[in-house]
């Protein structure tokens, strides 16, 4: 069966940069860090305090205020940055009644799911016993409630799920969401990732694994992937939602596309729970696998945003793979990481990393790797983007994601071409 075209219409983001796509991708390329010291609880005695956190988070009118106070904040983002892709895809209510929405459907994913809203009731249950544990606990910790929420609300009643693969939810979910308008499922699938753990719990869980940078006197200068000096990755926070779109529905009613979807993969490494495989096999055949499903070849992908963590061994480990897939034509690939600027979103990273790369496809910009001094030899095979945005024409763009549990993803993005 002849599969259907996918492209992309909207882009939505919550961020340490701001909730609007535009002014995310304005200060990638800029170079500015999100990485900050972390507030709203007492970290003093973690050994790492800083983090891209969101601060001052307002949801406004794009969720009911006594729903809003009760919410966790991971869900709050999912339906914020589902609503602003939207807008972004010029669907606004008087749209929306105009579409199938049998057709419509919301695939948003998160790593840890609801974590302070957990925390809060496990406190609740210690101090004060189950009979005050609030009724909406259940509801509000599991990772499909945002999605399932902003269906509510718009009415959408096509496939509705959440996938948790860790640090590559996101591109799960986008691979997923095309794959059913793909198949005729739906015309139209909001979908991506959404993350907020930067609180005491989460914390703490990366620090025990002994996962996370130290270097508190430098926060914004601690997320460095590919630096020799890397000491581990730094916290994120945040949700990145695509809006998908069969072709000829989006031509239909007009839509503005961002770029195509050209096809993506999925596999596992089934080697380790938390370490890569540092002969890249299972990377290797997923960025293949994807770049057959696009139905490309691999000298068409100029442009890679790495998953690029900021660790020993992940670093160089993605390299490998990359270099084991693709040959000696990543002498042609120009390669960055989103991360350096905005820390690991985890299951928010490849959503956040997607609307970046579909960015740089329209305004044919690429941002800088910040902190990027003492490169480690493996990277020398790349092109790497310097501590500058470079103007750069992407003819096919890999975003690749991978996750504790040896999950990996790739997705691959190109320019529209009627």
């Not at 009118?61 to 904040?73: G, H, M």
């Not at 970046?356 to 690429?366: E, N």
């Not at 040896?406 to 529209?416: A, L, Q, R, T």
Request: charged share 20%; proline share 3%; glycine share 12%.
């Amino acid at each position: 069966m002849k599969k259907r075209r996918v492209v992309v219409t909207g882009l939505g983001v919550v961020s340490c940069h701001g909730n609007d796509a535009d002014q995310f991708f304005e200060a990638l390329l800029n170079g500015k860090s999100g990485i900050t010291s972390i507030q709203g609880f007492d970290c003093a005695e973690y050994p790492t305090r800083f983090a891209g956190q969101i601060h001052g988070f307002d949801s406004g009118e794009y969720i009911e205020k006594k729903q809003a106070r009760r919410l966790d904040p991971y869900a709050k983002y999912a339906i914020v940055a589902g609503k602003k892709a939207l807008e972004s895809a010029k669907l606004d209510q008087t749209s929306l009644e105009k579409i199938n929405k049998e057709r419509a459907g919301i695939l948003i994913g998160s790593g840890m799911g609801g974590m302070q809203v957990f925390s809060d009731g496990v406190e609740t249950l210690i101090t004060k016993g189950f009979k005050r544990l609030s009724p909406f606990f259940v509801p509000y910790i599991i990772t499909n409630i945002g999605g399932a929420l902003l269906a509510i609300d718009l009415g959408f009643k096509g496939p509705n799920y959440s996938i948790s693969t860790a640090c590559a939810t996101s591109n799960y979910c986008i691979y997923q969401a095309a794959e059913h308008i793909r198949r005729g499922d739906a015309d139209l699938m909001i979908c991506g990732g959404s993350e907020a753990s930067i609180q005491p719990i989460g914390l703490a869980g990366f620090v025990a694994i002994g996962a996370l940078s130290k270097n508190n006197e430098h926060p914004q200068q601690a997320s460095r992937p590919w630096d020799s000096g890397r000491d581990g990755f730094v916290m994120g926070e945040g949700a990145g939602v695509l809006i998908l779109e069969d072709l000829e529905h989006a031509l239909n009613r007009g839509a503005t596309i961002y770029a195509e979807y050209l096809g993506g993969a999925l596999s596992c490494d089934a080697y380790h729970m938390t370490d890569p495989d540092p002969q890249g096999k299972g990377v290797a055949m997923c960025v293949n696998n994807a770049i057959k499903d696009a139905g490309i070849s691999k000298e068409q992908i100029n442009y890679i945003n790495a998953h690029a963590t900021s660790t020993l061994v992940g670093d160089v480990a993605e390299l490998n793979a990359l270099r084991l897939a693709l040959g000696s034509h990543t002498k042609h690939v120009k390669i960055n990481s989103t991360k350096s600027m905005i820390g690991h979103c985890l299951g928010a990273a490849g959503g956040l990393e997607a609307v970046a790369t579909i960015q740089s496809i329209v305004h044919h910009k690429l941002h800088p790797n910040l902190n990027l001094v003492d490169p480690i030899e493996e990277l020398s095979a790349f092109q790497a983007v310097g501590s500058k945005s470079e103007d750069f024409k992407i003819t096919a763009g890999m975003s690749n994601s991978f996750g504790f549990g040896g999950h990996n993803s790739s997705v691959i993005f190109g320019p529209y071409h009627s």
